[in-house]
T-cell receptor, first 111, second 121 residues
Framework: GQNIDQPTEMTATEGAIVQINCTYQTSGFNGLFWYQQHAGEAPTFLSYNVLDGLEEKGRFSSFLSRSKGYSYLLLKELQMKDSASYLCAVRDQQAGTALIFGKGTTLSVSS | GAVVSQHPSWVICKSGTSVKIECRSLDFQATTMFWYRQFPKQSLMLMATSNEGSKATYEQGVEKDKFLINHASLTLSTLTVTSAHPEDSSFYIC?????????????????FGEGSRLTVL
């Protein structure tokens, strides 16, 4: 089976940097994804890691350590529009090509 | 990115009736689509994997006779909630994965439809 943990809520201010952590346990790791979801909307893809290290994409970066079962999403220069839920998801070989999601971290950005 | 369209966005129905939700991949073929359900302030829970031309694979605890899935073509999967009850009220989201290949820019991420919010009275 799979187990994915991430903090429930985080708060930050505009312009700041925030790191959202995710730990996972899977029997057949095959990639980790981060999605952003605004209330009432479908998730949108942010990043993908399958090898150890940091992937940078503009203001967003994602890090993966497979040996530790750990990832984080780093958001820089926070903007109000970044207030959303951030979902960590893993692809487990036993689950086929479906993604298994964590419960999500609700980020609130204030001015 | 790839486009997945879902219809209807909102549906309200009476208890005991059936509701069909459509999921279409607009600019790619999807041999596999996934149906998720999301309750308020909860994460996405995988319900089933829809396979074109064959039976869907349901996750443990999901009633296959209640949630009928049909994947008749490479671009369309449907989820029918039969004999709906108020506890079936939820946000249903479909997703699909673009196939791989040397020309594919995608890394295997899922693309999601807009979601269908079902309210059963």
């Amino acid at each position: 089976g799979q187990n994915i943990d991430q903090p429930t809520e985080m708060t930050a201010t505009e312009g700041a940097i925030v790191q959202i952590n995710c730990t996972y346990q899977t029997s057949g790791f095959n990639g980790l994804f981060w999605y952003q979801q605004h209330a009432g909307e479908a998730p949108t893809f942010l990043s993908y890691n399958v090898l150890d290290g940091l992937e940078e994409k503009g203001r967003f970066s994602s890090f993966l350590s497979r040996s530790k079962g750990y990832s984080y999403l780093l958001l820089k220069e926070l903007q109000m529009k970044d207030s959303a839920s951030y979902l960590c998801a893993v692809r487990d070989q036993q689950a086929g090509t479906a993604l298994i999601f964590g419960k999500g971290t609700t980020l609130s950005v204030s001015s | 990115g790839a486009v997945v369209s879902q219809h209807p966005s909102w549906v309200i129905c009476k208890s005991g009736t059936s509701v069909k939700i459509e999921c279409r991949s607009l600019d790619f073929q999807a041999t596999t689509m996934f149906w998720y359900r999301q309750f308020p302030k909860q994460s996405l829970m995988l319900m089933a994997t829809s396979n074109e031309g064959s039976k869907a694979t349901y996750e443990q605890g999901v009633e296959k006779d209640k949630f009928l899935i049909n994947h008749a073509s490479l671009t369309l999967s449907t989820l029918t909630v039969t004999s709906a009850h108020p506890e079936d009220s939820s946000f249903y989201i479909c997703s699909a994965r673009v196939g791989g290949g040397v020309r594919s820019p995608y890394t295997g991420e899922l693309f999601f439809g807009e979601g269908s919010r079902l309210t059963v009275l």
